[in-house]
C-alpha cells in the first residue's frame, strides 16, 4: 500500500508564548490517535510552532485505509428462524445489509446465539478521512481563553485562523475551518517576507527558511544562545541567564536576533534589583553582568529580525530603557522625601482584607506576634516598617519589588543593616525553590507576617478550597514550615495556629507535603512522626531522618507490623491501662521475657530521646522484635482468668505507649 | 520628519481610505476612546461599523504635574474600530506604520499578549499590545464583550498612543519636546493643563462635592433607565443622554480614585454601580437595534 507525508499547519495571528508548547503536543496526540484509530499508519517526524503557526509532519500516512471485513450482529436466532425458515426479522436484516438472506450465519455469544453477516468494506481515500479529522482536531486543541472572530456562535480559538495548509504528497486534502479553506501554500515572516509560498511535506521547513521563519523551536533558541555568547564574550561580559526568559522569547519570534545595547553607567546608581526588574520582566532583556559578576550598563534585547545593520532597533531599545530607567529614579527621588518611618500611619488607608483591616492594622497584630515569637527589637522594628513601602511610587509601579524596595529604603534612610536586610527579605521564601530569609530577624518577620495572614483569613473562614486561594495561604504555610525547619526554630506548630484546628491541619498538610514531596522523605515515615505528637518541625526533621535511618534494618518493620498488632487489639478489647504492670501476674517464658526485655530497654530508649539520639532509639525499640515475636507466637492474650488478661492488655499498652514517643509505628506501612 | 499634527492628518487620511468614517473626539470626559459611543454603543449589534478619531483620554492618576516625561493626565488617542475585522486586519494596521514613515524591514516588531477589560464598562477583549523596538505603540483588540453583552460581529480595534508613538518617530525621550507643528512644542501646548489638572486632582479637587457629583449622576441615568420601559414610541427615547451619565459617573470615580478617597475594598463596590449603568444602557441601545427585542432587554 503506497503511503505519503502529511504536511497540517495552523497559520494563525500571533498566540501567547506561553500556550504554545501544550497547543503542538494536543494537537500532535490529537491527529496521531486519529490517524491510528482509522487505520491509516503515519509516524511523527516534526511538530513544532512559531508564535503563527503550529505545524506536524506526518511520514508514511496511507493514502487509502486497508480494505476489511466487519461483522455485523443481528437479531437473536431464535427471532430470526422459526423451523428453519427465515422469519420477516432474518430478512429485514439482510436486505440493511444488502445481502442475501443465505449469507446470514450463526454467532454464539456470551448472550446466546445471533444471526450475523460478515461483509468486506472498502477502505476510504486518506483525503476524505483526514478532511474530517484535522479540523476537529484543530478545534479540540485546549487553550486557557480562547475566542471567537467569525461573529457570535462561531467556532473559538486562540487567535484567528488566517490560513491552513492540509496536503498529502502534493494533494489538498479539502476542508474548510472557520471560513478558511485549506490549501497548500503558506506565509512567511511577516516582513522579511511577502507572497503565499507553495509547500509540501518535504520541503516545508527549508522554504520557510527561506522565507524568514525558523520553523524549529530548538534551533531558534540555539540562534539566541549563540547570538548572545557571540555579543558578549568578546566583551567580557555575561548575560545572566535566564531559561524562562528563553522560552518567551523563543515562542514570541520566528526569527530571533540578539542585540547588544547600553545604558548610561550613571543608572547604576539604582538599585541593580530595580534595574534588571525593569529589564527583564518590563522589556524582555537579558541583564548583563561584567567580568567581576557586577551588574554592567548594557542589556541584551532579541529582535523578531534578521539583522539591525544601522543600529536603529539598538537606538530605539536603549531609548526606551533610558525613559523606563528615568522613571524609575524618579519614583526613587521621589519616595525618600517621606521616610519609611513616617509612612506607618498611612497604611490606614491601604486594605489588607475587608474583615481584616488595614495594613495599618496588619502591621500592628504583626508587632504583637513577632514577640510572641521571641523576635529580638531588630525584627520588631523590620516588623514595623514592613509593609510601609506600599505606599511608595517604585512599589505601585514594580509591585513584584515589595519587600525589596522597603529593604533598599530602609537602608538609604539609616536604618540599621539587620533591620533593613529583614524588612527585605520578608516575603521569602515566594516559592519552595526559593530561600528562605537569610537572618534570624528575617525569619521573625517572615514569620510573623505569614502567620498572620493565615489565622487571619482563617478565623475569618477564607480557608482554600482547591485551585481557589485568592490569598496565597498555600505558599503562606508552605514557607512557615520551611523556614521553622531550616532555621531550626524550635517553635510548636500548633500554638502558631492560635487554636484555629481548620489551621493546624492546613499547616500538618503542608509539613507532609514539605518532608514528603521537597525532602524526599516517604510518606509513612511522616506520618508516624506526626502521629507521635511532634510538630517543632526540627525535631520532626530528625525523627524522621532517623526512622529512614532505621528502617532498612531487619527488624524494624516486623516490629511495626506487630505494634498495629497490639493496637489494633487494644481497641478490640476496648482497653485503656489504668495501672501498671503486676509483675506476679506474668506467666513464665515469653511473657515475663517480654517484660523484662522492656525493662531493660526502656531507660536506654528514655535516655537515648531525651538526648535526641532518635536513630538510638529506634534502634533499640527495634531490638525488643524477638521478644514481641515470642510473645504472639506462644501467649494467648485472652486468657480465661480476667485479672491476667487486664495484666496482659497493661503490658502491651505499656509497651506501645512507652516506644510509640518517638514515632507512632503504627503508621508504618509494612509488607504484611 | 512630520509634526505631530502631520502624523495624525497621515492616520485619519489611511483609515478613511478604507471605509472609516473620521469622527472628532467626544465631547464628555472619557478614559479612553473606548467609552465614547462611537465605540462603546456602535460594536453592539448586528450592524457593520467603521470608524476613526482621536480621542483626548483622561486619566487622572497618571498625572505627574507635568514634570514626568512619559506620563500624562491626559492622552491622544487615535482609536480605530473595524466591524467586523476584516481578514487581513493586522496587514492593514502595519500598513498604516509605513503610512507614518516607518520602514518595517529596518525595525522589530512584536505581538505580545495582552488582553484588554474594563470592568467599569462590562467589557472585555483578546489581543496584544504592539512593540516597536521595545516601545509599545498599539493596542489591539477584538472585542468579545461589552456591557456584559455577547458581540453579534467581532469588531478589530486598533488604539494608537499618539504622544509616544510620535515621541518615537520624532526621536524624542520627553513628550513634551515633540514638535506639535514646525514651531509649537508639546509643552507649549499641554504643559500648563497637565500641572493645573494635577493640582486640582492630587490636592484640591473637594471629595464630598465629587461624591454628590458621582450621586446624581448615577441617579440621574438609573431613572432613565427605569423610564425606558414604559416609554413610547421607543425609537425617540434617549439613550445616548442616558449613556453621557454613565460616562460623567466614570470620570468622577476616576477622580476620586486619584484623589485617594476610595479605598480597595469600597473599589469593587463602586466599580459595581458604574457597571450596572454600562450595562442597562447597553441593553436599551441594543433594544433599540433590534425593536423587536425590546422587551427582553427589560
Not at chain 1, 479539502?174 to 522579511?192: D, I, K, N, Q, Y
Not at chain 1, 557586577?294 to 537606538?315: Q, T
Not at chain 1, 511495626?560 to 476496648?574: H, P, V
Not at chain 1, 482468668?641 to 510509640?660: G, H, K
Request: charged content about 25%; hydrophobic content about 40%; overall charge negative.
Amino acid at each position: 500500500m503506497s503511503t505519503l507525508p502529511l504536511l497540517i499547519e495552523i497559520g494563525t495571528e500571533e498566540i501567547p508564548d506561553w500556550m504554545i508548547v501544550s497547543a503542538v503536543t494536543q494537537f500532535r496526540e490529537a491527529v496521531e490517535k486519529a490517524l491510528a484509530e482509522n487505520a491509516l499508519g503515519g509516524k511523527v517526524r516534526m511538530a513544532d510552532a512559531t508564535p503563527r503557526r503550529i505545524a506536524l509532519i506526518i511520514d508514511d500516512v496511507l493514502e487509502r485505509q486497508p480494505d476489511r471485513e466487519d461483522l455485523v450482529m443481528g437479531p437473536p436466532k431464535a427471532a430470526a428462524f422459526k423451523d428453519g425458515k427465515p422469519t420477516g426479522a432474518a430478512m429485514g436484516f439482510a436486505r440493511k445489509n444488502d445481502v442475501d438472506v443465505n449469507a446470514l450465519h450463526i454467532e454464539s455469544t456470551a448472550k446466546g446465539e445471533y444471526v450475523a453477516v460478515r461483509k468486506s468494506v472498502a477502505g476510504k481515500p486518506a483525503s476524505e478521512i483526514l478532511g474530517a479529522l484535522i479540523p476537529e482536531a484543530i478545534l479540540k486543541i485546549y487553550f486557557p481563553k480562547t475566542m471567537y472572530w467569525t461573529g457570535k456562535n462561531g467556532p473559538r480559538f486562540i487567535r484567528p485562523i488566517r490560513w491552513i495548509v492540509a496536503v498529502q504528497g502534493r494533494a489538498v486534502i479539502p476542508f474548510e475551518l472557520a471560513g478558511v479553506a485549506s490549501g497548500s501554500t503558506t506565509f512567511g515572516h511577516r516582513r522579511m517576507s511577502s507572497g503565499e509560498l507553495a509547500v509540501t511535506a518535504d520541503n516545508y521547513v527549508e522554504t520557510l527558511a527561506g522565507a524568514g521563519v525558523i520553523v524549529n523551536s530548538a534551533a531558534r533558541r540555539q540562534r539566541m544562545v549563540d547570538g548572545i555568547a557571540a555579543l558578549t564574550a568578546p566583551a567580557g561580559l555575561q548575560a545572566k541567564v535566564d531559561e524562562a526568559l528563553l522560552d518567551t522569547l523563543v515562542y514570541i519570534t520566528e526569527y530571533p536576533t540578539p542585540i547588544l545595547g547600553g545604558f548610561d553607567p550613571e543608572y547604576l546608581t539604582l538599585p541593580a534589583e530595580v534595574l534588571i526588574t525593569v529589564m527583564r520582566h518590563h522589556q524582555k532583556y537579558f541583564s548583563v553582568n561584567d567580568a567581576q559578576g557586577k551588574l554592567a550598563p548594557n542589556f541584551i534585547a532579541v529582535m523578531n529580525i534578521s539583522g539591525d545593520p544601522d543600529g536603529i532597533v539598538r537606538h530605539g531599545n536603549e531609548r526606551v530603557l533610558k525613559a523606563r530607567f528615568n522613571d524609575a529614579r524618579f519614583f526613587w527621588d521621589f519616595d525618600q522625601r517621606r521616610k519609611l518611618a513616617d509612612r506607618v500611619a498611612d497604611l490606614a488607608n491601604v486594605t489588607f482584607q475587608e474583615k481584616l483591616g488595614s495594613y495599618l492594622d496588619k502591621t500592628t497584630r504583626m508587632m504583637a506576634l513577632v514577640k510572641e515569637l521571641g523576635g529580638n527589637a531588630a525584627a520588631a522594628r523590620a516588623v514595623e516598617l514592613s509593609k510601609c513601602d506600599l505606599t511608595t511610587e517604585m512599589v505601585k509601579e514594580f509591585t513584584e519589588l515589595q519587600g525589596q524596595v522597603g529593604g533598599l529604603y530602609a537602608r538609604a534612610q539609616g536604618e540599621p543593616e539587620a533591620v533593613a536586610q529583614a524588612i527585605y527579605d520578608h516575603y521569602k521564601p515566594v516559592s519552595m525553590e526559593d530561600s528562605i530569609p537569610s537572618t534570624p530577624e528575617g525569619c521573625a518577620a517572615a514569620l510573623a507576617d505569614k502567620v498572620d495572614t493565615l489565622r487571619g483569613c482563617f478565623g475569618i473562614g477564607l480557608i482554600p478550597t482547591g485551585s481557589k486561594d485568592p490569598f496565597a495561604l498555600r505558599r503562606a504555610a508552605q514557607g512557615v514550615v520551611k523556614i521553622l525547619t531550616e532555621a531550626q526554630l524550635p517553635l510548636a506548630l500548633s500554638s502558631l495556629a492560635g487554636g484555629n484546628a481548620a489551621l493546624n491541619e492546613f499547616l500538618l498538610d503542608r509539613v507532609r507535603y514539605y518532608f514528603k514531596d521537597v525532602r524526599g522523605f516517604a510518606y509513612d515515615e511522616v506520618n508516624a512522626v506526626l502521629a507521635a505528637g511532634s510538630d517543632n518541625l526540627p525535631d520532626v526533621d530528625q525523627r524522621v531522618q532517623a526512622i529512614k535511618e532505621v528502617r532498612p534494618s531487619a527488624d524494624f518493620e516486623p516490629l511495626a507490623a506487630s505494634f498495629k498488632r497490639i493496637k489494633n487489639i487494644l481497641k478490640q478489647a476496648e482497653f485503656t491501662a489504668t495501672g501498671t504492670v503486676n509483675a506476679a501476674l506474668l506467666e513464665q517464658g515469653p511473657e515475663a521475657e517480654l517484660h523484662a526485655a522492656f525493662d531493660r530497654l526502656r531507660a536506654d530508649v528514655a535516655g537515648k530521646r531525651a538526648a535526641k539520639d532518635y536513630r538510638g532509639a529506634l534502634a533499640a525499640i527495634a531490638s525488643l522484635r524477638p521478644a514481641v515475636d515470642l510473645f504472639f507466637d506462644k501467649v494467648l492474650v485472652n486468657a480465661p482468668d480476667e485479672a491476667v488478661r487486664r495484666n496482659r492488655l497493661t503490658l502491651l499498652a505499656t509497651v506501645l505507649t512507652e516506644f510509640s514517643s518517638i514515632a507512632d509505628f503504627s503508621e508504618i506501612v509494612t509488607g504484611s | 520628519m512630520d509634526t505631530f499634527q502631520e502624523t495624525i492628518f497621515k492616520l485619519k487620511k489611511y483609515w478613511s481610505d478604507r471605509g472609516c468614517i473620521i469622527q472628532e473626539p467626544y465631547d464628555v470626559e472619557v478614559g479612553a476612546g473606548t467609552m465614547c459611543p462611537e465605540t462603546f454603543l456602535r460594536v453592539l449589534g448586528p450592524q457593520p461599523y467603521r470608524v476613526a478619531y482621536v480621542q483626548p483620554s483622561r486619566r487622572p492618576a497618571d498625572g505627574r504635574y507635568g514634570d514626568n516625561p512619559n506620563r500624562l493626565y491626559k492622552h491622544q488617542q487615535l482609536q480605530v474600530i473595524l466591524k467586523p475585522s476584516p481578514s487581513d486586519i493586522l496587514d492593514q494596521y502595519l500598513g498604516s506604520l509605513e503610512a507614518i514613515g516607518i520602514d518595517l524591514r529596518k525595525h522589530d516588531l512584536k505581538f505580545e499578549e495582552d488582553n484588554w477589560q474594563s470592568p467599569t464598562l462590562g467589557a472585555w477583549g483578546i489581543g496584544w499590545q504592539v512593540m516597536m523596538d521595545g516601545l509599545e505603540i498599539t493596542q489591539f483588540t477584538y472585542f468579545q464583550q461589552c456591557g456584559g453583552v455577547d458581540l453579534d460581529l467581532v469588531p478589530a480595534e486598533i488604539t494608537y498612543g499618539l504622544e509616544r508613538l510620535v515621541a518615537f518617530l520624532q526621536g524624542q525621550s520627553s513628550v513634551y519636546d515633540i514638535d506639535w507643528t514646525r514651531d509649537t512644542k508639546y509643552a507649549a501646548v499641554r504643559h500648563a493643563e497637565e500641572l493645573q489638572h494635577s493640582v486640582y486632582n492630587f490636592e484640591m479637587a473637594d471629595i464630598g462635592t465629587l461624591w454628590q457629583l458621582f450621586d446624581l449622576h448615577e441617579k440621574e441615568c438609573q431613572r432613565l433607565i427605569d423610564a425606558f420601559k414604559a416609554y413610547e414610541p421607543k425609537t425617540r427615547f434617549p439613550v445616548l443622554p442616558a449613556y453621557d451619565q454613565v460616562l460623567k459617573c466614570s470620570n468622577l470615580f476616576n477622580l476620586l480614585d486619584a484623589r485617594g478617597a476610595i479605598s480597595v475594598t469600597e473599589r469593587v463596590g463602586v466599580i459595581g454601580r458604574v457597571r450596572k449603568l454600562a450595562v442597562g444602557v447597553a441593553n436599551l441601545w441594543l433594544a433599540l437595534q433590534q425593536p423587536e427585542a425590546a422587551e427582553v432587554a427589560q
